[in-house]
C-alpha cells in the first residue's frame, strides 16, 4: 500500500474513526444515529440473555476501558480515545457511557444512518478480515421475542444451533429462473490406439 495511504498515527485515526458519544447540542443529528445504532449492548450484568455474551463475559469485550487519547496498542490494534465524561445514552434502562460505543466515522454514520463499524487495519491481518466478509453470504436476521428482563436462564443448545437464512433478492431470482448454482463437468478424452490387426 502507499506511504500515503497507512494512516499509521493516533492523530490519523482520530481523524477518520470515532468512539465516543457526541454533543447533542453540536451535532444532533450524529448524535441520534449513534444513539440507535451505535450503542453496543446492554450486556454483562446489566443483561446476561444479550447475544454478545459467552460464559457471562462480553465476547465482544465491551465495556472498553476508558483512554484519554488514541492509541495503538502492543498487539498491534488501535485503542480509541474514550474519555471519561457524564454524556451517556439510555438503552434498555442502563446508561450507556463512552465505553459501549461501537467505533464509527462521522460522515458515514450521518449519509446512511446506519450500523457502521469501522475499524483501523493496518497489518497483514486486514487481508483476512476483507475476505472473510466478501465471502459470508448474504445478510440474515435472526428475531427472537421474547419478555424484556428475563432471570438468567439454563443454556438452550438446540436454541443456540437454530438458525435462519436470508435470501437476497437477487439469489432469489437466480434461483427461480433455475440458474445453475455451480458448475461441473467431466472433461472425458478419446484416446486413439492401435489394436494389432485392426485400423485405429
Ligand atoms: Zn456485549
Known amino acids: 500500500m502507499d506511504q500515503r495511504s497507512k494512516l499509521p498515527t493516533a492523530d490519523d485515526i482520530d481523524k477518520i474513526i470515532c468512539a465516543e458519544i457526541p ?23 446489566a443483561n446476561y440473555n444479550s447475544p454478545c455474551m459467552v460464559d457471562r463475559l462480553c465476547s465482544k469485550f465491551y465495556p472498553k476501558a476508558f483512554s484519554d487519547l488514541t492509541k495503538i496498542g502492543k498487539d498491534g490494534y488501535a485503542v480509541y480515545r474514550r474519555r471519561p465524561s457524564n454524556i451517556s445514552v439510555e438503552k434498555s434502562r442502563f446508561h450507556c457511557d463512552n465505553r459501549y460505543v461501537v467505533p464509527y466515522n462521522p460522515m458515514l454514520s450521518v449519509r446512511y444512518r446506519a450500523h ?30 421474547e419478555p424484556k428482563y428475563q432471570a438468567e436462564k439454563p443454556k438452550n443448545e438446540i436454541k443456540d444451533y437454530f438458525d435462519c437464512r436470508y435470501v437476497s433478492a437477487s439469489e432469489a431470482i437466480w434461483r427461480l429462473f433455475k440458474f445453475p448454482i ?7 478424452q478419446r ?6 490387426g485392426k485400423k485405429p
Not at 116 to 145: A, M, R, T
Not at 191 to 196: G, M, P, S, T, V
Open 116 to 145: 457502521i463499524n469501522v475499524e483501523w487495519c493496518n497489518q497483514s491481518g486486514s487481508i483476512k478480515y476483507l475476505f472473510k466478509y466478501i465471502n459470508k453470504g448474504p445478510d440474515k436476521v435472526v428475531v427472537i421475542f
Open 182 to 188: 455451480q458448475y461441473r463437468s467431466t472433461p472425458v
Open 191 to 196: 484416446l486413439f490406439f492401435h489394436i494389432e
Open 23 to 45: 454533543d447533542k447540542n453540536v451535532n444532533p443529528d450524529l448524535y441520534q444515529v449513534i444513539k440507535d445504532s451505535m450503542i453496543h449492548g446492554s450486556c454483562g450484568a
